[in-house]
Protein backbone atom coordinates (compact mmCIF):
# COMPACT_ATOMS: atom_id res chain seq x y z
CA UNK A 1 0.00 0.00 0.00
CA UNK A 2 1.40 3.52 -1.10
CA UNK A 3 1.87 5.66 2.34
CA UNK A 4 -0.54 9.27 2.03
CA UNK A 5 1.43 12.57 2.52
CA UNK A 6 0.01 13.02 5.98
CA UNK A 7 2.87 12.17 8.22
CA UNK A 8 0.52 12.29 11.19
CA UNK A 9 -0.37 9.34 10.72
CA UNK A 10 3.72 8.26 11.38
CA UNK A 11 4.23 6.78 14.76
CA UNK A 12 7.77 8.51 15.96
CA UNK A 13 8.78 5.93 18.52
CA UNK A 14 8.37 3.12 15.47
CA UNK A 15 9.87 5.73 12.92
CA UNK A 16 12.76 5.87 15.41
CA UNK A 17 13.73 2.49 16.00
CA UNK A 18 12.81 1.05 12.32
CA UNK A 19 14.58 3.69 10.40
CA UNK A 20 17.58 2.07 8.83
CA UNK A 21 17.06 -1.25 10.21
CA UNK A 22 15.52 -4.09 8.91
CA UNK A 23 13.84 -6.53 11.46
CA UNK A 24 11.61 -9.58 12.34
CA UNK A 25 7.92 -8.63 13.79
CA UNK A 26 8.89 -9.85 16.58
CA UNK A 27 12.00 -8.02 17.52
CA UNK A 28 9.79 -4.64 17.18
CA UNK A 29 9.07 -3.56 20.92
CA UNK A 30 5.43 -2.15 20.23
CA UNK A 31 1.96 -3.72 19.76
CA UNK A 32 0.99 -6.00 17.10
CA UNK A 33 -1.91 -2.87 16.52
CA UNK A 34 0.48 0.16 16.40
CA UNK A 35 2.41 -1.95 13.58
CA UNK A 36 -0.61 -3.27 11.99
CA UNK A 37 -1.78 0.28 11.80
CA UNK A 38 1.88 1.75 10.15
CA UNK A 39 2.05 -1.27 7.47
CA UNK A 40 -1.50 -0.10 6.79
CA UNK A 41 -0.55 3.56 6.20
CA UNK A 42 2.34 2.51 4.10
CA UNK A 43 4.97 3.49 6.46
CA UNK A 44 6.43 0.07 6.49
CA UNK A 45 7.34 -2.09 3.81
CA UNK A 46 7.05 -5.79 4.30
CA UNK A 47 9.25 -8.91 1.57
CA UNK A 48 10.02 -12.17 1.90
CA UNK A 49 12.98 -13.57 4.24
CA UNK A 50 13.59 -16.14 1.53
CA UNK A 51 12.87 -16.12 -1.62
CA UNK A 52 12.91 -18.70 -4.20
CA UNK A 53 13.73 -17.86 -8.11
CA UNK A 54 14.50 -20.61 -10.88
CA UNK A 55 17.99 -21.25 -11.42
CA UNK A 56 19.16 -23.62 -14.06
CA UNK A 57 17.27 -25.74 -16.27
CA UNK A 58 16.92 -29.76 -16.29
CA UNK A 59 15.11 -31.75 -18.18
CA UNK A 60 11.19 -31.23 -18.18
CA UNK A 61 11.90 -28.93 -14.59
CA UNK A 62 13.51 -25.95 -13.29
CA UNK A 63 16.14 -25.83 -10.04
CA UNK A 64 14.93 -23.52 -7.74
CA UNK A 65 17.55 -21.15 -6.16
CA UNK A 66 16.78 -20.22 -2.39
CA UNK A 67 17.93 -16.73 -1.66
CA UNK A 68 17.76 -15.20 1.68
CA UNK A 69 17.62 -11.48 1.94
CA UNK A 70 18.68 -10.65 5.05
CA UNK A 71 21.95 -12.25 4.93
CA UNK A 72 22.22 -13.11 0.99
CA UNK A 73 22.62 -16.85 1.51
CA UNK A 74 22.33 -18.74 -1.34
CA UNK A 75 24.19 -21.46 -0.79
CA UNK A 76 22.02 -24.95 -1.26
CA UNK A 77 23.67 -26.48 1.99
CA UNK A 78 23.15 -23.72 4.48
CA UNK A 79 19.38 -23.71 3.76
CA UNK A 80 17.43 -26.40 5.81
CA UNK A 81 13.75 -27.95 5.44
CA UNK A 82 11.00 -27.90 8.89
CA UNK A 83 7.50 -28.75 9.24
CA UNK A 84 6.81 -25.03 10.83
CA UNK A 85 4.37 -24.23 13.38
CA UNK A 86 3.76 -20.95 12.43
CA UNK A 87 2.33 -21.72 8.81
CA UNK A 88 1.67 -25.26 8.78
CA UNK A 89 3.92 -26.41 5.89
CA UNK A 90 6.96 -27.31 5.38
CA UNK A 91 9.21 -24.00 5.49
CA UNK A 92 12.63 -23.78 4.36
CA UNK A 93 14.90 -21.87 6.61
CA UNK A 94 18.76 -19.93 6.55
CA UNK A 95 21.12 -21.36 8.56
CA UNK A 96 23.55 -18.91 7.85
CA UNK A 97 22.50 -16.54 10.22
CA UNK A 98 20.40 -18.27 12.13
CA UNK A 99 21.99 -17.16 15.40
CA UNK A 100 20.36 -13.61 14.69
CA UNK A 101 16.55 -15.09 14.85
CA UNK A 102 15.20 -17.42 12.64
CA UNK A 103 14.56 -16.58 8.66
CA UNK A 104 12.26 -18.57 7.15
CA UNK A 105 9.80 -19.28 4.02
CA UNK A 106 6.93 -17.46 5.37
CA UNK A 107 8.84 -14.55 7.46
CA UNK A 108 8.49 -11.13 6.67
CA UNK A 109 11.41 -8.55 6.99
CA UNK A 110 9.97 -5.46 8.12
CA UNK A 111 11.45 -2.11 6.79
CA UNK A 112 10.77 1.92 7.17
CA UNK A 113 9.26 2.96 3.87
CA UNK A 114 8.15 6.88 5.50
CA UNK A 115 10.31 9.71 5.37
CA UNK A 116 13.48 9.96 7.92
CA UNK A 117 13.72 11.07 11.33
CA UNK A 118 15.04 14.20 12.11
CA UNK A 119 18.79 14.89 11.55
CA UNK A 120 20.66 14.56 14.54
CA UNK A 121 23.32 17.38 15.04
CA UNK A 122 25.15 16.59 17.96
CA UNK A 123 25.94 19.47 20.46
CA UNK A 124 29.21 21.81 19.23
CA UNK A 125 31.88 22.80 21.77
CA UNK A 126 32.35 26.69 22.08
CA UNK A 127 34.93 26.67 19.02
CA UNK A 128 31.99 24.84 17.00
CA UNK A 129 33.74 21.25 17.26
CA UNK A 130 32.53 17.92 18.10
CA UNK A 131 35.63 16.47 18.72
CA UNK A 132 37.86 16.63 21.49
CA UNK A 133 40.67 14.97 20.79
CA UNK A 134 44.24 16.38 22.44
CA UNK A 135 47.07 14.86 20.27
CA UNK A 136 48.54 16.30 17.12
CA UNK A 137 48.61 14.08 13.81
CA UNK A 138 51.87 13.43 12.24
CA UNK A 139 53.00 15.27 8.98
CA UNK A 140 51.94 11.85 7.47
CA UNK A 141 48.79 11.45 9.58
CA UNK A 142 47.84 14.86 8.30
CA UNK A 143 48.58 14.33 4.66
CA UNK A 144 46.05 11.09 4.78
CA UNK A 145 43.13 12.84 7.08
CA UNK A 146 42.89 15.66 4.38
CA UNK A 147 42.86 13.16 1.28
CA UNK A 148 40.31 10.95 3.08
CA UNK A 149 38.03 13.82 3.89
CA UNK A 150 38.05 15.58 0.38
CA UNK A 151 37.65 12.52 -1.13
CA UNK A 152 34.62 11.14 1.54
CA UNK A 153 32.94 14.85 0.80
CA UNK A 154 33.05 13.93 -2.75
CA UNK A 155 31.33 10.55 -2.40
CA UNK A 156 34.25 8.76 -3.25
CA UNK A 157 35.23 5.67 -1.65
CA UNK A 158 39.12 5.32 -0.13
CA UNK A 159 41.79 3.20 1.32
CA UNK A 160 43.82 3.80 4.07
CA UNK A 161 46.90 1.10 3.75
CA UNK A 162 49.05 2.44 7.06
CA UNK A 163 51.27 0.22 8.89
CA UNK A 164 50.16 -1.54 12.44
CA UNK A 165 50.59 1.23 14.62
CA UNK A 166 50.24 4.34 12.52
CA UNK A 167 47.32 5.91 14.10
CA UNK A 168 45.01 4.80 11.94
CA UNK A 169 41.95 5.38 14.28
CA UNK A 170 42.78 9.15 15.01
CA UNK A 171 43.48 10.30 11.11
CA UNK A 172 39.34 9.50 10.81
CA UNK A 173 38.50 11.67 13.19
CA UNK A 174 38.50 14.72 11.20
CA UNK A 175 36.04 12.69 8.27
CA UNK A 176 33.81 11.50 10.93
CA UNK A 177 33.36 15.55 12.51
CA UNK A 178 32.87 16.47 8.63
CA UNK A 179 30.18 14.10 8.13
CA UNK A 180 28.87 14.28 11.45
CA UNK A 181 28.24 18.07 11.23
CA UNK A 182 26.67 17.67 8.66
CA UNK A 183 23.73 15.37 10.17
CA UNK A 184 25.02 12.23 8.64
CA UNK A 185 24.99 8.89 10.14
CA UNK A 186 28.17 7.02 10.35
CA UNK A 187 29.37 3.29 10.81
CA UNK A 188 32.73 2.38 12.38
CA UNK A 189 32.67 -1.85 11.74
CA UNK A 190 35.40 -4.38 12.17
CA UNK A 191 35.26 -7.82 11.51
CA UNK A 192 36.23 -8.66 15.31
CA UNK A 193 34.65 -8.17 18.49
CA UNK A 194 38.15 -7.24 20.38
CA UNK A 195 38.76 -4.23 17.87
CA UNK A 196 35.03 -2.89 18.75
CA UNK A 197 35.65 -2.81 22.12
CA UNK A 198 38.86 -1.59 21.95
CA UNK A 199 37.43 1.24 19.36
CA UNK A 200 34.12 2.28 21.65
CA UNK A 201 36.21 4.27 24.55
CA UNK A 202 38.49 5.89 22.32
CA UNK A 203 35.71 7.13 19.76
CA UNK A 204 33.54 8.09 22.80
CA UNK A 205 36.04 10.07 24.21
CA UNK A 206 36.74 12.18 21.35
CA UNK A 207 33.16 12.10 20.50
CA UNK A 208 31.70 13.07 23.95
CA UNK A 209 28.44 14.97 23.16
CA UNK A 210 28.16 12.97 20.35
CA UNK A 211 25.54 9.42 21.08
CA UNK A 212 27.39 6.72 20.23
CA UNK A 213 26.38 2.78 19.65
CA UNK A 214 28.14 0.23 20.18
CA UNK A 215 26.90 -3.01 19.06
CA UNK A 216 28.64 -6.51 18.27
CA UNK A 217 27.59 -10.23 19.72
CA UNK A 218 27.08 -10.25 23.13
CA UNK A 219 26.66 -6.41 24.05
CA UNK A 220 23.96 -5.57 26.52
CA UNK A 221 23.80 -2.16 24.79
CA UNK A 222 20.38 -1.20 23.49
CA UNK A 223 19.22 -0.16 20.61
CA UNK A 224 18.71 3.49 20.05
CA UNK A 225 18.95 5.73 17.02
CA UNK A 226 22.40 7.02 17.01
CA UNK A 227 24.12 9.04 14.45
CA UNK A 228 27.24 6.92 14.92
CA UNK A 229 27.58 3.29 15.39
CA UNK A 230 30.24 1.34 16.58
CA UNK A 231 30.15 -1.96 15.30
CA UNK A 232 30.94 -5.80 13.91
CA UNK A 233 30.59 -6.19 10.40
CA UNK A 234 28.00 -9.04 11.68
CA UNK A 235 25.80 -6.72 13.29
CA UNK A 236 25.19 -4.78 9.82
CA UNK A 237 23.00 -7.84 8.57
CA UNK A 238 20.36 -5.97 10.69
CA UNK A 239 20.37 -2.82 8.70
CA UNK A 240 18.66 -1.49 5.88
CA UNK A 241 20.20 1.33 3.70
CA UNK A 242 20.82 3.24 6.54
CA UNK A 243 24.71 4.59 6.69
CA UNK A 244 25.54 7.23 4.82
CA UNK A 245 29.32 6.98 5.18
CA UNK A 246 30.79 3.03 6.21
CA UNK A 247 34.42 2.86 8.00
CA UNK A 248 35.82 -0.40 7.73
CA UNK A 249 38.80 -1.26 10.00
CA UNK A 250 40.47 -4.03 9.60
CA UNK A 251 39.19 -5.07 6.29
CA UNK A 252 41.22 -8.01 5.91
CA UNK A 253 40.57 -9.83 8.63
CA UNK A 254 39.02 -12.81 9.08
CA UNK A 255 36.22 -13.63 8.79
CA UNK A 256 35.44 -10.89 6.70
CA UNK A 257 38.11 -11.49 3.42
CA UNK A 258 36.96 -15.09 3.73
CA UNK A 259 33.04 -14.90 3.86
CA UNK A 260 30.76 -13.04 1.20
CA UNK A 261 27.64 -12.55 3.87
CA UNK A 262 29.42 -9.97 5.58
CA UNK A 263 30.54 -8.12 2.06
CA UNK A 264 26.86 -8.68 1.73
CA UNK A 265 25.70 -7.18 4.94
CA UNK A 266 28.30 -4.05 4.81
CA UNK A 267 26.49 -2.84 1.09
CA UNK A 268 23.02 -3.56 2.31
CA UNK A 269 23.55 -1.47 5.26
CA UNK A 270 24.58 1.31 3.58
CA UNK A 271 22.91 3.87 1.62
CA UNK A 272 23.09 3.60 -2.59
CA UNK A 273 26.11 5.77 -3.45
CA UNK A 274 27.41 5.86 0.23
CA UNK A 275 31.63 5.75 0.55
CA UNK A 276 33.08 3.41 1.93
CA UNK A 277 36.62 3.82 4.01
CA UNK A 278 38.51 0.90 4.14
CA UNK A 279 41.68 0.53 6.72
CA UNK A 280 44.29 -2.10 7.08
CA UNK A 281 48.03 -2.62 7.51
CA UNK A 282 47.30 -5.67 4.99
CA UNK A 283 44.96 -4.89 2.37
CA UNK A 284 43.38 -7.69 0.53
CA UNK A 285 44.23 -8.33 -3.14
CA UNK A 286 41.22 -7.05 -4.81
CA UNK A 287 41.77 -3.84 -3.01
CA UNK A 288 45.16 -3.56 -3.59
CA UNK A 289 44.80 -3.95 -7.22
CA UNK A 290 42.57 -1.22 -7.26
CA UNK A 291 44.15 1.36 -5.11
CA UNK A 292 47.60 0.78 -7.33
CA UNK A 293 45.30 0.83 -10.66
CA UNK A 294 43.77 3.85 -9.61
CA UNK A 295 40.34 2.70 -9.43
CA UNK A 296 40.15 3.05 -5.82
CA UNK A 297 41.50 6.35 -4.38
CA UNK A 298 44.00 6.39 -1.25
CA UNK A 299 47.13 6.44 0.83
CA UNK A 300 49.65 4.35 2.01
CA UNK A 301 51.37 4.86 5.48
CA UNK A 302 54.43 3.27 5.78
CA UNK A 303 55.46 5.11 9.11
CA UNK A 304 54.18 4.76 12.61
CA UNK A 305 53.05 7.88 13.64
CA UNK A 306 56.02 8.19 17.07
CA UNK A 307 58.36 7.83 14.26
CA UNK A 308 60.16 5.16 15.06
CA UNK A 309 60.78 1.65 12.65
CA UNK A 310 58.43 -1.29 13.05
CA UNK A 311 59.92 -4.46 14.76
CA UNK A 312 61.87 -6.61 12.31
CA UNK A 313 60.88 -10.10 13.55
CA UNK A 314 63.62 -12.61 14.31
CA UNK A 315 63.64 -16.51 12.82
CA UNK A 316 64.19 -19.18 16.03
CA UNK A 317 64.21 -23.04 15.38
CA UNK A 318 63.03 -25.35 18.26
CA UNK A 319 62.88 -28.13 16.40
CA UNK A 320 60.03 -30.32 16.07
CA UNK A 321 57.27 -28.09 18.55
CA UNK A 322 54.72 -31.13 17.94
CA UNK A 323 56.31 -33.42 19.25
CA UNK A 324 57.91 -31.57 22.23
CA UNK A 325 54.14 -30.64 23.30
CA UNK A 326 53.41 -34.08 22.19
CA UNK A 327 55.81 -35.38 25.21
CA UNK A 328 54.15 -32.36 27.28
CA UNK A 329 58.08 -30.95 26.57
CA UNK A 330 58.42 -27.06 26.01
CA UNK A 331 61.51 -26.32 23.58
CA UNK A 332 64.52 -25.17 25.10
CA UNK A 333 64.85 -21.98 23.08
CA UNK A 334 61.60 -21.05 23.72
CA UNK A 335 61.95 -21.48 27.44
CA UNK A 336 65.16 -19.58 27.39
CA UNK A 337 63.55 -16.62 25.80
CA UNK A 338 61.05 -16.80 28.12
CA UNK A 339 63.16 -16.79 31.06
CA UNK A 340 65.37 -14.13 29.96
CA UNK A 341 61.81 -11.46 29.95
CA UNK A 342 61.39 -12.62 33.31
CA UNK A 343 60.77 -8.99 35.09
CA UNK A 344 57.64 -8.41 36.73
CA UNK A 345 56.95 -5.79 34.29
CA UNK A 346 57.36 -7.43 30.77
CA UNK A 347 54.24 -8.61 29.26
CA UNK A 348 54.49 -10.86 26.17
CA UNK A 349 51.83 -11.70 23.41
CA UNK A 350 52.48 -15.79 22.65
CA UNK A 351 50.58 -16.84 19.84
CA UNK A 352 49.69 -20.12 18.63
CA UNK A 353 47.96 -21.85 15.93
CA UNK A 354 44.82 -24.12 17.87
CA UNK A 355 42.77 -23.77 20.59
CA UNK A 356 44.09 -26.91 22.22
CA UNK A 357 47.61 -25.90 21.75
CA UNK A 358 46.64 -22.30 23.74
CA UNK A 359 45.75 -24.24 26.08
CA UNK A 360 48.29 -26.70 26.82
CA UNK A 361 51.17 -24.21 26.34
CA UNK A 362 49.52 -22.21 29.24
CA UNK A 363 49.29 -25.40 31.77
CA UNK A 364 52.72 -26.47 31.40
CA UNK A 365 54.18 -22.91 31.64
CA UNK A 366 52.31 -22.63 34.89
CA UNK A 367 53.52 -26.15 36.08
CA UNK A 368 56.77 -24.69 34.80
CA UNK A 369 56.01 -22.45 37.72
CA UNK A 370 55.55 -19.13 35.88
CA UNK A 371 53.17 -16.82 37.46
CA UNK A 372 50.21 -14.22 36.17
CA UNK A 373 50.13 -16.82 32.81
CA UNK A 374 46.87 -17.42 31.28
CA UNK A 375 45.79 -19.13 27.54
CA UNK A 376 42.99 -17.32 25.65
CA UNK A 377 40.90 -17.94 22.51
CA UNK A 378 37.39 -16.72 20.32
CA UNK A 379 35.18 -19.38 22.47
CA UNK A 380 37.14 -18.64 25.89
CA UNK A 381 33.92 -16.80 28.49
CA UNK A 382 36.59 -14.89 30.19
CA UNK A 383 38.24 -13.39 27.10
CA UNK A 384 37.56 -10.17 27.63
CA UNK A 385 37.97 -9.88 31.05
CA UNK A 386 41.39 -11.78 30.46
CA UNK A 387 42.51 -9.22 27.56
CA UNK A 388 41.55 -6.42 30.48
CA UNK A 389 43.74 -8.30 33.11
CA UNK A 390 46.94 -8.37 30.72
CA UNK A 391 46.77 -4.60 29.71
CA UNK A 392 46.55 -3.95 33.58
CA UNK A 393 49.29 -5.97 34.48
CA UNK A 394 47.31 -8.66 36.39
CA UNK A 395 48.72 -11.16 33.31
CA UNK A 396 52.36 -11.15 32.43
CA UNK A 397 51.91 -13.95 29.66
CA UNK A 398 49.12 -14.03 27.36
CA UNK A 399 48.87 -17.11 24.90
CA UNK A 400 46.61 -16.77 22.43
CA UNK A 401 45.53 -18.11 19.11
CA UNK A 402 44.99 -15.30 16.25
CA UNK A 403 41.85 -14.04 17.72
CA UNK A 404 44.29 -11.26 19.20
CA UNK A 405 47.04 -10.92 15.97
CA UNK A 406 44.66 -6.81 15.81
CA UNK A 407 42.80 -4.51 17.55
CA UNK A 408 44.35 -5.29 21.09
CA UNK A 409 47.14 -2.35 21.93
CA UNK A 410 48.92 -2.94 25.11
CA UNK A 411 51.96 -0.79 25.58
CA UNK A 412 55.53 -2.57 26.39
CA UNK A 413 54.51 -5.72 24.84
CA UNK A 414 56.71 -8.41 23.48
CA UNK A 415 55.75 -11.09 21.16
CA UNK A 416 56.48 -14.39 20.26
CA UNK A 417 55.30 -16.65 17.78
CA UNK A 418 55.12 -20.43 19.11
CA UNK A 419 55.26 -22.84 16.21
CA UNK A 420 55.54 -20.16 13.17
CA UNK A 421 55.70 -22.56 10.48
CA UNK A 422 52.35 -23.72 11.01
CA UNK A 423 50.28 -22.93 7.78
CA UNK A 424 47.67 -20.75 10.07
CA UNK A 425 49.82 -18.35 9.95
CA UNK A 426 50.41 -16.97 6.68
CA UNK A 427 52.09 -13.20 6.00
CA UNK A 428 49.29 -11.59 6.44
CA UNK A 429 48.63 -12.59 10.02
CA UNK A 430 52.81 -12.38 10.80
CA UNK A 431 52.95 -8.75 9.67
CA UNK A 432 49.24 -8.49 12.17
CA UNK A 433 50.87 -10.02 15.33
CA UNK A 434 54.53 -8.47 14.91
CA UNK A 435 52.68 -5.59 14.86
CA UNK A 436 51.72 -6.00 18.36
CA UNK A 437 55.09 -4.59 19.60
CA UNK A 438 56.88 -1.19 20.01
CA UNK A 439 53.23 0.62 19.39
CA UNK A 440 53.96 3.42 22.02
CA UNK A 441 56.66 5.99 22.24
CA UNK A 442 57.70 5.08 25.78
CA UNK A 443 58.19 1.31 24.23
CA UNK A 444 58.61 1.75 20.19
CA UNK A 445 61.10 -1.40 20.06
CA UNK A 446 60.42 -4.91 21.68
CA UNK A 447 61.25 -8.23 20.69
CA UNK A 448 59.09 -10.30 18.06
CA UNK A 449 60.24 -14.05 17.12
CA UNK A 450 59.07 -16.27 15.07
CA UNK A 451 60.09 -19.87 16.74
CA UNK A 452 59.72 -22.30 14.28
CA UNK A 453 60.56 -26.48 12.91
CA UNK A 454 61.60 -24.38 9.61
CA UNK A 455 61.11 -21.35 7.77
CA UNK A 456 58.27 -20.81 5.26
CA UNK A 457 57.46 -18.87 2.41
CA UNK A 458 54.83 -16.88 4.67
CA UNK A 459 57.48 -15.94 7.41
CA UNK A 460 60.11 -14.59 5.13
CA UNK A 461 57.39 -12.72 2.91
CA UNK A 462 56.18 -11.52 6.45
CA UNK A 463 59.56 -10.10 7.18
CA UNK A 464 60.47 -8.78 4.19
CA UNK A 465 56.96 -7.02 4.18
CA UNK A 466 58.01 -5.03 7.41
CA UNK A 467 61.31 -4.39 6.07
CA UNK A 468 60.33 -2.79 2.80
CA UNK A 469 57.98 -0.43 5.32
CA UNK A 470 60.48 0.39 7.37
CA UNK A 471 62.82 1.52 3.93
CA UNK A 472 59.79 3.40 2.79
CA UNK A 473 59.78 5.24 6.15
CA UNK A 474 63.07 6.30 5.78
CA UNK A 475 64.37 3.96 8.15
Known amino acids: MMH?????????????????RECLPEELPFPDEVIRKQIQEGWITLRPGIETADALPFPFSFVKKNICRRCGNTDPDAFGMHFCGRCGHLCV?????????????????????????????????????????????????????????????????????????SGKTELIFPAVEDRLLQGKRIAIASPRTDVVRELAPRIRAAFPEVPVGV???????????????????????????????????????????ADPVLTFAVHKAAKEQAPFAFLTATPPA?????????????????????GHPLPVPRFQWIGNWKKSMAQKQIPEPF?????QKAAPETRLFVFVSSVKLAR?????????????????????PERHEKVAFFREGKLRILVTTTILERGVTVPGVEVAVFGADDPVFDERALVQISGR???????????????????????????????????????
Open 360 to 380: QLAGLLQKKGMERVAGVHADD
Open 215 to 257: FYGGSHEKWFHAPLLITTTHQLLRFYHCFDCVFIDEVDAFPFH
Open 335 to 339: YRWLR
Open 93 to 165: YCRRCLNMGVIRSCTRLLTWNGPAPAAQVPHVNKSGRLCVWKGTLSPRQAAASGQLRRSLAEGRSFLIWAVTG
Open 437 to 475: AGRSPEHPGGDVLFFHDGKTIEMIRARRHIEQMNKEAGF
Open 286 to 306: GLKRAFLSGKLRGVKIAGRYH
Open 4 to 20: TSDHSSIHPGLQQFLYG
